[in-house]
């Protein structure tokens, strides 16, 4: 086989973006653009992936990190001086050059796969990646002979009339000879009204050559948008997410509501489980089998366990064991982890804290800095009290406790097991096991007091 490269661009400035962020780093469901792009392209078994970085891109290096090798484009002078960026790596090698723009994150790997292998098949020096659009405006213009022959490619701010009224447009994505690419892309002149070296030429070069030029042309143009601003951000993200959507209920996922239900691109999801509307599943969280996450809840980077119910909350960064449920409204923040069958009823808050199984915390607490053991009931409003102004400390709270309602509970300190605290308790000192604390103003009465009051007429 033949040997296969890419060039990824990803130096533009991204001006119409407005963003402090890189362009390419922008994400779609999640994921950076140029990663969706690089992801995508390793399905063509490529030898080396060259992206070409401009300042202030080390972003994009520290995010791909070894799935590529990097050359810096100092100054960005248009794509076809980017790829020349990529000479020192690649020039005298024999074999096939994917080139693909960082702000393509649409692009499928079977796309990608189809191009590579027409391209070697036809024998091409250069194929371009087409697409019929409805809209081509911003596009470059594929203009063809009358026999059907591609003959150049017209940005559209160089197109004549007739050129821009032309709807086949140039994707951003080509195949090369690898030597041909880098002895042509010499021969590309910036005379045009950006002033910039298009690499899109490269194409009218070789053809004027006689050399074998190719185009394959995408039936769907929803994979070949070119992320420019922010308009074409949210319809990349839509276009995305109907993706993954339609993958997760392929795979057995049930969803009421696929256009309200947004799921990042590395989200994982088990059979049988129901997604309800407006839920927001975000980075590297899994999703067990048989759980239902009702609607409006919020879940990031975290694991759910099999059989788990998740009702209008916010996970974030914590695990949730199998049969374990939460909510309405309640938050699990970072670090948090429910064993088996733990139960988080409404309005309560935990922070990295271990909760052992089958314990339950139904209403009105914040658990914050602790370790929670099996089977313990924590009464409404109870406050894990971890945070002296300065500090946090720890509170451990051992198996089969009853903590009654309205409990403070000042870090640090520990209840051992089998043990009762009484409602109201504000507790400072260990609770030992299989003993009862009660740590509150006995109540006063006074007797006929009201009588006795001398503004009582
Ligand atoms: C480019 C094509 C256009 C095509 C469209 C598809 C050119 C001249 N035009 O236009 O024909 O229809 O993509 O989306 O190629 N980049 C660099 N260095 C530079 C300039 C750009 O690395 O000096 C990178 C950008 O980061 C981007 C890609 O190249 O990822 C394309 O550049 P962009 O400015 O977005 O070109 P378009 O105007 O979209
Ligand atoms: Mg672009």
């Known amino acids: 086989m033949n040997n296969r490269y890419a060039v990824v661009l990803a130096a533009g400035q991204g001006t119409r973006m407005k963003s402090k962020l890189y362009k390419v780093m922008h994400p779609v469901m999640g994921k950076p653009m140029v990663g ?26 520290e995010y791909l990190g070894e799935k590529s090798s990097y050359v810096l484009q100092e100054e960005q002078l248009g794509t076809a001086h980017a790829v020349k960026q990529a000479a020192s790596e690649l020039k005298d090698k024999e ?9 393509t994150p649409l692009l499928t790997a ?17 194929t371009v990646l087409t697409a019929h659009a409805n809209n081509p405006f911003g596009y470059g213009r594929v203009i063809r002979s009358e026999e059907g022959a591609v003959t150049k490619i017209v940005e559209q701010k160089d197109a004549s009339e007739a050129e821009a009224a032309v709807q086949e447009i140039n ?26 070296y298009y690499l899109p030429d ?33 319809q990349a993200n839509k276009v995305m997410k109907e993706r993954i959507n339609e993958q997760h209920m392929r795979n057995g996922v049930t969803m009421i509501d696929p256009a309200n239900t947004y799921i990042e691109s590395d ?11 407006g839920v927001y599943l975000k980075g590297s969280t899994t999703i067990g089998e048989d759980c239902t996450i009702g609607a409006h809840s919020v879940i990031v980077d975290s694991t759910i366990g099999n059989g788990v119910n998740v009702t209008s909350s916010m996970i974030e960064e914590s695990i949730m064991g199998d049969y374990s449920d939460i909510g309405p409204s309640s938050h699990l923040r970072p670090q948090t982890v429910l064993k088996e069958s733990v139960h988080i009823g409404n309005f309560v808050e935990v922070k990295k804290a271990t909760i ?11 658990v914050g800095d602790a370790e929670l053991g099996e089977d313990i009931n924590i009464g409404c409003g109870t406050v894990f009290v971890n945070y002296d102004g300065k500090n946090k400390h720890k509170i451990t709270v051992g198996d089969n406790s009853f903590i009654g309602c309205n409990t403070n509970l000042i870090a640090p300190v520990t209840v051992e097991k089998n043990t009762y605290i009484a409602a109201g308790s504000t507790i400072t000192d260990t609770v030992p096991e299989n003993s009862l604390a009660i740590a509150r103003a006995r ?9 006795k009051m001398s503004i009582k007429d």
């Open 36 to 61: 969706h792009v690089v992801d995508q392209a390793q399905a063509v078994n490529l030898d080396q992936v060259v992206t070409v970085t401009g300042v202030g891109a080390e972003t994009v290096q």
């Open 95 to 103: 074999g096939t050059t994917l080139v693909i723009c960082g702000d």
């Open 110 to 126: 079977d796309t990608l796969k189809g191009l590579v292998e027409f391209h070697e098949k036809e024998g091409a020096k250069a």
């Open 171 to 196: 994707t951003g994505t080509y195949c090369f000879d690898n030597k041909a690419l880098f002895e042509t892309l010499e021969k590309v002149k910036n005379e045009n009204v950006q002033g910039e």
């Open 202 to 234: 490269v194409i009218e070069i070789l053809k004027n050559q006689s050399e074998l030029v190719a185009a394959f042309q995408l039936d769907n143009m929803d994979e070949a948008l070119g992320v420019n601003d922010r308009v074409a951000l949210a």
């Open 267 to 277: 989200v994982v999801i088990g059979q049988d489980t129901l997604v309800e509307p």
């Open 356 to 366: 052992g199984k089958k314990t339950k915390i139904g209403h009105l607490t914040y």
């Open 443 to 451: 109540q006063t009465i006074k007797e006929d007091y009201i009588n």
